[in-house]
C-alpha cells in the first residue's frame, strides 16, 4: 500500500483544499473523505471559464458582482457536499464535511466595524451559510471578532472550522468557545468541530525572522508546533467522551521551498486527525509511491525542543502571521469580486 491509500491506511484522513468537481471525484475515490474551500479556489475555478453559463444565469437576474461570487461559493460547496454525502451518512455526522469560508471582508483594514459588530455578522452569516446543510462546515477565522463568535455559532448548532490558528493561545480561546457554545445546546454531543492549525508558514516565518535557531531545529518549528497542539487537543478533548472526535486539521502542508521533499508535512504530520492537501501535493504524494507511517506523536529530540523553546518567541510569531494571514485572508476575496465583474463585461460580448 503506497501513496495517498498508504496515509488514510495509516491514520490520516484526507480533506481535499479544493472544490474542483472533477479533483472531488479524483479523490474521493483516493480515499479524500472531505473538502475545503476559499476565495482563491473559486476564482481558480471561475478563471477556467467551466462555469460561464451559471455566472451569465445569476447575471441576467439583476444580481450584483459580490452576490454573484457568494452564489457560485455556495453552488460549488454544495456540490462538493453532495460527493461527501456518503461519507457524513457512513460516519454517523463524525466526517464527510466540505468547510465554508464566512465573509473574509469582515478582516479587512477598510471595515469600519467594532469587534463586537464584527462578531455578530459572523454569527448572522454563519447561521445562514448553514441552513439547510448537513455536511458543510462553516469556517471562521481565529481573530478577536472571530473568536467572539464562536460561543454563539457553536450553541446555534453549527459545525466549525476555526482558521488561521498559528499558536496555542489561539487554539485554546476557539475551542473553550467552542465547548461554551456546545453547552448551550439542547445535546452538547451533537458538537463537531475542527481547529485548523498552519504549518509551513510558521518555517518560512523562523527562516527568515528566527536564523539563530540550530539547523536541526530550522524548519521542524511548523511541525513541533502542530504536533503540540494536537496532543493537547486530543488529551483536552478525550476528557469529554463525546461521539464525534474534535480534531486538528494541519492546512497549509504544501512545502513552499522547491529543495524540500514535496511530502515533508504529510509525512511528519501522518497518523491523526485531518490534512487539507493542496491538489498538487496531494498529487506528488502519489507520485513518490512511499508507504506512510504514524509520525505525529515522534517528537524531535529534547535538543531540538529545548532550542526552539529559547529562542522562538510565539507571541510575536503569532502577530506577524496574523498580520499576513489576514492580508491573504482578505485580498483574494476583492479579487473575486473583480473577477465577477471582468466576466460580466466578457459575458455581455459574447
Given amino acids: 500500500m503506497i ?43 471561475i478563471k477556467t471559464g467551466r462555469f460561464d453559463s451559471e455566472i451569465k444565469t445569476l447575471i441576467g437576474q439583476g444580481l450584483d458582482d459580490s452576490t454573484v461570487a ?31 469560508e464566512l465573509d473574509p471582508l469582515l478582516e479587512d483594514l477598510s471595515c469600519s466595524l467594532s469587534i463586537a459588530e464584527r462578531a455578530a455578522r459572523y454569527v448572522e452569516l454563519g447561521k445562514s451559510w448553514n441552513a439547510g446543510h448537513v455536511n458543510r462546515m462553516i469556517k471562521v477565522p481565529a481573530t478577536p471578532a472571530g473568536l467572539a463568535s464562536l460561543e454563539e455559532l457553536s450553541a446555534a448548532g453549527i459545525t466549525l472550522n476555526v482558521t488561521l490558528i498559528f499558536s496555542t493561545r489561539q487554539y485554546r480561546a476557539a475551542r473553550d468557545a467552542v465547548w461554551r457554545g456546545a453547552q448551550r445546546r439542547k445535546d452538547p454531543k451533537t458538537l463537531k468541530s475542527v481547529y485548523s492549525i498552519f504549518v509551513s508558514r510558521i518555517d518560512v516565518y523562523t527562516a527568515a525572522k528566527v536564523p539563530e535557531l540550530t539547523p536541526a531545529a530550522q524548519g521542524l518549528v511548523g511541525i513541533v508546533n ?125
Fill in 70 to 100: 457568494w452564489k457560485m461559493t455556495d453552488q460549488l460547496v454544495s456540490r462538493a457536499e453532495a460527493v461527501f454525502a456518503d461519507v457524513y451518512q457512513r460516519t454517523h455526522g463524525d466526517d464527510g464535511y466540505v468547510s465554508f
Fill in 3 to 45: 501513496g495517498l491509500q498508504s496515509l488514510v491506511a495509516c491514520g490520516t484522513r484526507l480533506w481535499l483544499d479544493s472544490i474542483d468537481p472533477v479533483l472531488v471525484q479524483e479523490n474521493h475515490a483516493l480515499g479524500a473523505t472531505g473538502a475545503t474551500s476559499n476565495p482563491i479556489i473559486i476564482a481558480d475555478l
Fill in 226 to 350: 502542530a504536533q503540540r497542539i494536537w496532543a493537547e487537543n486530543n488529551a483536552w478533548w478525550g476528557s469529554h467522551h463525546l461521539p464525534r472526535k474534535q480534531e486538528i486539521v494541519f492546512a497549509s502542508t504544501g512545502t513552499k521551498d522547491p529543495n524540500l521533499p514535496a511530502d515533508k508535512y504529510v509525512s511528519a504530520l501522518a497518523g491523526s486527525d485531518i490534512q487539507t492537501n493542496p491538489p498538487a501535493t496531494n498529487a506528488a504524494v502519489q507520485k513518490l509511491g512511499k508507504s506512510y507511517t504514524r509520525r505525529i506523536d515522534q517528537n524531535p529530540t529534547a535538543e531540538v525542543s529545548a532550542d526552539i523553546d529559547a529562542k522562538v518567541d510565539f507571541t510575536k510569531l503569532e502577530q506577524t502571521l496574523m498580520e499576513e494571514g489576514l492580508k491573504k485572508f482578505a485580498d483574494p476575496q476583492k479579487a473575486l469580486i473583480q473577477l465577477i465583474g471582468t466576466k460580466r463585461a466578457e459575458l455581455a460580448k459574447a
